[in-house]
């Protein structure tokens, strides 16, 4: 049962590259993700130099599926350009959580103080 659970669920994501293009036009296909994803990972990917364009949309508003395409100048492929920014975006994010969970202990530190 497992490998037919695994056939019937669409992959997580996938690459289309319309034929005779190269590499430094791809869209991607991203499943089971909706705007929160696509403007971060799309203003992230914008802000290398070598990136020509970069957008998103959305098939339609009952699927939860991302068209996300990125053209690249300077014989950059669009996979590195793709990868770094979702690299970039970990990056953020990380700093985002460390620094929350520092306030926190902040907080939790400054309240015992008070409390005692």
């Known amino acids: 049962m497992g490998d037919e659970e695994e056939k019937q669920q669409p992959r997580v994501l996938q690459m289309v590259r319309a034929e005779g293009s190269d590499k430094s036009c791809v869209t991607f296909v991203l ?8 403007n971060s990972l799309r203003y992230m990917i914008m ?40 690299e970039d975006l970990m990056g953020v994010c990380q700093h985002v959580l ?3 969970k520092a306030s926190v202990e902040e907080y939790k530190t400054k309240n015992d103080e008070t409390m005692e």
């Open 31 to 38: 499943h089971n993700e909706d705007h929160t994803l696509g």
């Open 98 to 100: 460390s620094t929350f």
């Open 47 to 86: 802000k290398n130099p070598e990136v020509e364009f970069c957008g998103y949309s959305i098939t339609h508003p009952s699927e939860s599926k991302i068209n996300f395409r990125v053209q690249t100048r300077g014989g950059l492929p669009a996979v590195e350009a793709f990868q770094k920014g979702l």
